[in-house]
């Protein structure tokens, strides 16, 4: 299996600009997860999702930021407009419901950087 | 709500020398509890669990950790470290029957040095 697939890896963007990180989950795996890395804030879950469905946005930090899974292989992290503070490393994680012994399956990130 | 509390940020220590990661959490119900490893420029990875069973739970790389219930504990050990595992250690917690949602802690970052 190929794992999760993040792309792209590196994003350097201007202030003001759209940004669209993408990711692919492990085929058969029904639930998703967002998750932001900072070195002020650590680790924060921005949403997850469950057989497609947002179950949990709370972490989404503002409207600037969207997510969607329009299918069981594909989600997208929108934001709109960026801002210098959005640099960060974008996990994608997903996992299979089924037992719900926790276990993630992270991919490698994707790195932004607003200038 | 359950939270994850990781006592050292930083944990520098000499190659063969044992090491210890601190990990205590709060919850009101059962939970699960793992250890997360991140090398650098990587995703996390799973390094050990804790769901059931023997409180003692074991790495494949020579990693353990001990779940101590009365204690909210969940630390993690080596006896002899390598330069390879240099890396960020996160503990996390996610409540039993509560699907995959897990809460990290701030991680660790161990520092292996020669």
């Known amino acids: 299996d190929a794992g999760v697939i993040q792309s792209p890896r590196h994003e350097v963007t201007e202030m003001g600009q759209e940004v669209t990180l993408r990711c692919k989950p492990i085929?058969?795996?029904?639930?998703l997860f967002w998750y932001r890395q900072t070195m002020m804030r650590g680790l924060e879950l921005l949403i997850y999702f469950n057989n497609n469905v947002p179950i949990d946005d709370s972490g989404m930090p503002e409207d600037r930021f969207s997510a969607k899974m329009p299918n069981a292989s594909f989600s997208t992290l929108k934001i709109q407009p960026s801002e210098p503070r959005d640099s960060a490393v974008y996990f994608c994680?997903?996992?299979?419901?089924?037992?719900?012994?926790?276990?993630?399956?992270f991919g490698e990130g994707s790195r932004l950087t607003v200038l | 709500a359950q939270s994850v509390t990781q006592l050292d940020s930083q944990v520098p220590v000499f190659e063969e020398a044992p090491v210890e990661l601190r990990c205590n959490y709060s919850s009101s119900v059962s939970v699960y509890l793992f250890w997360y490893v991140q090398y650098p420029n990587q995703g996390l990875q799973l390094l050990l669990k804790y769901l059931s069973g023997s409180t003692l739970v074991e790495s494949i790389n020579g990693f353990e950790a001990e779940f101590n219930k009365s204690q909210t504990s969940f630390h993690l050990r080596k006896p002899s470290v390598h330069i390879s595992d240099t890396a960020e250690y996160f503990c996390?917690?996610?409540?039993?029957?509560?699907?995959?949602?897990?809460?990290f802690g701030g991680g660790t970052r161990l520092m292996v040095k020669p």
């Open positions: 994680a997903s996992s299979s419901r089924t037992g719900g012994t926790g276990e993630l399956f």
């Open positions: 996390a917690v996610s409540e039993v029957n509560a699907g995959n949602m897990l809460t």
């Open positions: 085929s058969g795996h029904n639930s």
